[in-house]
């Protein structure tokens, strides 16, 4: 089981990305999709998760209102909008999927993960 995260890379504060992970072998149905990111000498930490089959979302106090999780079933894909981006944001990204629609911001919580995407954000 795979899951493919992409769409990382520099940009300046204030500056917006999108990030990708797709997985061939699930669907945003029965499934929760989630967001961590993980800085340089942090704890990996939950960013955003999807459920509901894709029609529930919900985020970190730290990214609320500047991040947007959204979900292509047809395509198995699931997108992370990031807007107004700080210098703490600057992590690797990483995509996790956990069996069945419930609730889940711990990485414990999910059983398959990406390889990550770096996020640098600098001027």
């Known amino acids: 089981v795979q899951l493919q995260a992409s769409g990382g890379g520099l940009v300046q504060p204030g500056g917006s990305l999108r990030l990708s992970c797709v997985a061939s072998?699930?669907?945003?149905?029965?499934?929760?999709w989630g967001w961590f990111r993980q800085a340089p000498g942090k704890e990996r930490e939950w960013v955003s998760y999807?459920?509901?089959?894709?029609?529930?979302?919900y985020y970190a106090d730290s990214v609320k209102g500047r991040f947007t999780m959204s979900g292509d079933n047809a395509k198995k894909t699931v997108y992370l909008e990031m807007h107004s981006l700080k210098p703490e944001d600057t992590a690797v990204y990483y995509c996790?999927?956990?069996?069945?629609?419930?609730?889940?911001?711990?990485?414990?919580?999910?059983?398959?993960w990406g390889q990550g995407t770096l996020v640098t954000v600098s001027s």
């Open positions: 996790a999927v956990r069996l069945g629609s419930w609730a889940a911001t711990k990485a414990a919580d999910y059983a398959y």
């Open positions: 072998a699930f669907s945003l149905v029965r499934y929760t």
């Open positions: 999807i459920r509901n089959s894709g029609r529930s979302t």
